[in-house]
């Protein structure tokens, strides 16, 4: 099921908001693995994302993060731990700084600290914003995340803060991807 929409480059989810699907090719595999527990035990509050994780065993998770993971471009250029690469410009690096982002994020948002915290350089700008405001989402049954330290961070910054940090994100090198699918030809032998 995962191809019908993370197999498809650009496509855009239409509940519960239009954002871009997130690019899961190169991702860590214990991030994807962590993510799909996270939807199963309706931690991450997307309906439909819920529903396949509820059918997915532990092997089933193991198996979809391997593949996922095993698909990067490796393509993220390195940036020295605790800075900002050389295009942050004035007005989002003091928002990187005090969202201390690299600190779990790493070099470039490419090379998290822990495996099951997402690489996040080259994600679709709108996903990213959709993400880091659902964080700050509470009592809404279709969307919003439960993590205590993401939820920490995105509260203190504005709406408005969030789409330039996701901007900036989105901008950046790396190895994370659209794994396309080849098209499937029905009735040739």
Do not use: W
């Amino acid at each position: 099921m995962c191809i019908g929409c993370h197999g498809i480059q650009g496509y855009q989810a239409s509940f519960p908001e239009v954002y871009k699907v997130p690019k899961i090719g190169g991702q860590g595999a214990a991030y994807i693995v962590s993510a799909l527990q996270a939807y199963k035990k309706g931690e991450r509050r997307h309906p439909t994302m819920r529903g396949i994780a509820e059918s997915l065993s532990d092997q089933d998770m193991a198996d979809v993060a391997a593949y996922y993971a095993g698909h990067g471009s490796g393509d993220a250029k390195p940036v020295k731990a605790g800075q900002a690469p050389v295009n942050a410009n004035s007005s989002v690096a003091p928002l990187l700084q005090k969202g201390a982002c690299f600190s779990c994020h790493g070099e470039g948002f490419a090379k998290p600290i822990d495996p099951s915290y997402p690489k996040v350089a080259g994600q679709y700008a709108d996903y990213v914003y959709a993400a880091l405001r659902s964080y700050k989402t509470q009592n809404n049954p279709l969307i919003g995340r439960s993590n205590g330290i993401m939820g920490g961070i995105a509260k203190q910054f504005s709406n408005d803060e969030l789409r330039q940090l996701s901007r900036y994100i989105g901008s950046l090198d790396g190895d994370i991807q659209t794994v396309v699918q080849p098209h499937f030809k029905f009735g040739q032998k």
